[in-house]
Nanobody
């Protein structure tokens, strides 16, 4: 069984920084893509950032220049460094893993973390 465990969410003031972590555990051999999504109340889920195993990244327009995604393949962990936070960044942030190769010998898709609340407020 594959699990994603997130940490690092919380309350931060506008202009502040926060670093989210998500560690995947289980019988994992490789993970192709790891990503962060977020969902604010009344809004649809949106992609924040994604990083593939080779290191290529993509960012949502609203976070470009402020957020940085990175990963440690040896630890099956993805990070999201969030700087210059705005109230509009307030949302539940979800970790996602796609293309997860397990000891069952197949790539599996769309594992999700439990979500971690990020609140940007004075």
């Amino acid at each position: 069984q594959v699990q994603l465990v997130e940490s690092g969410g919380g309350l931060v003031q506008p202009g502040g920084s926060l670093r989210l972590s998500c560690a995947a555990s289980g019988s994992i051999l490789r993970i192709y893509a790891m990503a962060w999504y977020r969902q604010a109340p009344g809004k649809q889920r949106e992609l924040v950032a994604i990083i593939v195993s080779g290191g290529s990244t993509r960012y949502g327009d609203s976070v470009k220049g402020r957020f940085t995604i990175s990963r440690d393949n040896a630890k099956n962990t993805v990070y999201l460094q969030m700087n210059s936070l705005k109230p509009e960044d307030t949302a539940v942030y979800y970790c996602n893993a796609d293309g997860v190769l397990t000891t069952r010998g197949v790539y599996e898709t769309d594992y999700w973390g439990q979500g971690t609340q990020v609140t940007v407020s004075s």
